[in-house]
């Protein structure tokens, strides 16, 4: 029997401390970039259309937030981001521009690399679509059949 209440006290207290575990809330020290969101849409668009859109982020970290870098996955995809630290609280944007000169599907990212001690690189996804401008055709104002009879 004392063997019975021994294994259950036992049992209880590594049960106890492994709730206590589970519910312990972590604090982040240092700087936390919390994006906005993690895709950028353009939809679908007309070459030629605004290439500009904009990615909001606050840090929501105790210290100082400060981009890096940030990159596109190409040449036609373009980030502008600010180059001042980000205090605790503050919202910021990078700015994303896209060649819309470039018809087709657009899949592309841009990573940004900030000072954070831990998941410290961001992956911005663009996507979206251009489609070719409409072409308006030169109508004549009126036009002629070649078998009628000229006047």
């Not at 207290?13 to 906005?36: F, H, R």
């Not at 980030?79 to 819309?100: A, F, L, N, V």
Request: aromatic share 4%.
């Amino acid at each position: 029997m004392k063997k019975i209440l021994i294994l259950l006290v036992l049992f209880l207290g590594v049960a106890g401390m492994s709730y206590a575990q589970d519910t312990k809330t972590e604090t982040t020290d240092g700087p936390l970039m919390q994006l906005a969101a993690e895709v950028v849409d353009y939809g679908t668009i007309e070459r030629g259309a605004d290439p500009l859109r904009v990615v909001e982020f606050t840090n929501t970290g105790t210290e100082p937030l400060v981009i890096k870098n940030a990159r596109g996955s190409c040449g036609c995809t373009v980030p502008t981001w600010p180059k001042e630290p980000i205090m605790p609280g503050e919202t910021s944007k990078i700015e994303i521009r896209y060649d819309t000169k470039r018809v087709g599907n657009i899949s592309k990212t841009v990573k940004v690399t900030t000072n954070e001690k831990e998941n410290n690189v961001h992956v911005i996804r663009v996507k979206g679509k251009i489609l070719r401008a409409k072409k308006v055709e030169n109508v004549p104002a009126k036009e002629t059949n070649m078998l009628a009879p000229k006047k």
